[in-house]
C-alpha cells in the first residue's frame, strides 16, 4: 500500500461544519420518502417542499483496505406522520467491517439487526459511544428536537448495502415513533421477515 500522508480534520457541532471533506451525500425527503411507514404523509410534505433529512461529510480518505473512512453525519429534526427523520439504513457488504458512532449534539437512537433478525437499539446522545459490529444493519433515528451530529469510523474498503430496504422488503424490523411526545422503539408494521 502506498504510504498516506497524516492529516488532521477540524470540526464543530454548532454549528455543523466538517473539514476537509471530499464528498457530501444529501438524502432529502424526496430521495427517500418511501422508507417511512406512511409514504403518503410524505407526499403531502413534498407537495410544499423538500426538506433535507441528511447530510453527511465524509474527509479525504481512499476507500481501500488498510484505510479507516471517517465521517460526520447530521440528521436534521423532524418527522414524517408519528415516525421521526432517520438514515437511510444499510449493512455494510463485508463480514470484517464494524463501525463506531460517537454523538457530538442532540439525540436519537440507533436501530441495529442482523440476518438471524436479533435486534438492539443503541443510545444515541453526548457521552455516548456506538459500536456496531460486523454482519449488524443500522439505521439512526433523530428523536430529538435539534440536529443529531455524530462522527463516525469504518473499515474505508466496505460498501454499504441497501438492498434490504424497500416495498416488500425485509426493511428494519423496529422503527421509532413518537408517543405522548416521547420516543417509542416498536415493531415494523410493513417489515416482511
Ligand atoms: C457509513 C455510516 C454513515 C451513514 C450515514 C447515512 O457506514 O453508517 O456515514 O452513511 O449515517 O446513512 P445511510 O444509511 O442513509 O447511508
Ligand atoms: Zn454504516
Same mark, same amino acid.
Given at each position: 500500500?502506498?504510504?498516506?500522508?497524516?492529516?488532521?480534520?477540524? $470540526?464543530? $457541532?454548532?454549528?455543523?461544519?466538517?473539514?476537509?471533506?471530499?464528498?457530501?451525500?444529501?438524502?432529502t425527503?424526496?430521495?427517500?420518502?418511501?422508507?417511512?411507514?406512511?409514504?403518503?404523509?410524505?407526499?403531502?410534505?413534498?407537495?410544499?417542499?423538500?426538506?433535507?433529512?441528511?447530510?453527511?461529510?465524509?474527509?479525504?480518505?481512499?476507500?481501500?483496505?488498510?484505510?479507516?473512512?471517517?465521517?460526520?453525519?447530521?440528521?436534521y429534526?423532524?418527522k414524517?406522520?408519528?415516525?421521526?427523520?432517520?438514515?437511510?439504513?444499510?449493512?455494510?457488504?463485508s &463480514?470484517?467491517?464494524p463501525?463506531?458512532?460517537?454523538?457530538?449534539?442532540?439525540?436519537?437512537?440507533?436501530?441495529?439487526?442482523?440476518?438471524?433478525? &436479533?435486534c438492539f437499539?443503541g443510545?444515541?446522545?453526548?457521552?455516548?459511544?456506538?459500536?456496531?459490529?460486523?454482519?449488524?444493519?443500522?439505521?439512526?433515528?433523530?428523536?430529538?428536537?435539534?440536529?443529531?451530529?455524530?462522527?463516525?469510523?469504518?473499515?474505508?474498503?466496505?460498501k454499504?448495502?441497501?438492498?434490504?430496504?424497500?416495498?416488500?422488503?425485509?426493511?428494519?424490523?423496529?422503527?421509532?415513533?413518537?408517543?405522548?411526545?416521547?420516543?417509542?422503539?416498536?415493531?415494523?408494521?410493513?417489515?416482511?421477515?
Amino acid at each position: 500500500m502506498e504510504i498516506f500522508k497524516p492529516f488532521d480534520i477540524d $470540526y464543530t $457541532y454548532d454549528p455543523a461544519w466538517f473539514e476537509p471533506k471530499s464528498l457530501v451525500i444529501r438524502r432529502t425527503l424526496e430521495q427517500i420518502y418511501d422508507i417511512f411507514i406512511e409514504p403518503d404523509k410524505a407526499m403531502t410534505v413534498l407537495k410544499k417542499g423538500n426538506p433535507v433529512i441528511v447530510d453527511v461529510y465524509m474527509a479525504p480518505i481512499p476507500e481501500e483496505a488498510g484505510h479507516l473512512m471517517v465521517f460526520m453525519t447530521i440528521i436534521y429534526p423532524g418527522k414524517v406522520g408519528d415516525e421521526y427523520y432517520m438514515t437511510k439504513g444499510h449493512i455494510h457488504d463485508s &463480514d470484517t467491517a464494524p463501525e463506531v458512532y460517537i454523538t457530538l449534539k442532540g439525540e436519537g437512537k440507533l436501530l441495529m439487526q442482523t440476518s438471524n433478525n &436479533d435486534c438492539f437499539t443503541g443510545e444515541m446522545k453526548k457521552g455516548k459511544i456506538n459500536y456496531i459490529p460486523s454482519g449488524w444493519a443500522h439505521r439512526a433515528v433523530n428523536t430529538g428536537k435539534e440536529v443529531l451530529i455524530f462522527l463516525g469510523t469504518y473499515p474505508a474498503e466496505s460498501k454499504r448495502d441497501y438492498s434490504f430496504i424497500g416495498k416488500g422488503k425485509k426493511n428494519f424490523l423496529k422503527i421509532v415513533v413518537e408517543k405522548d411526545g416521547l420516543p417509542e422503539v416498536i415493531d415494523n408494521p410493513v417489515s416482511v421477515r
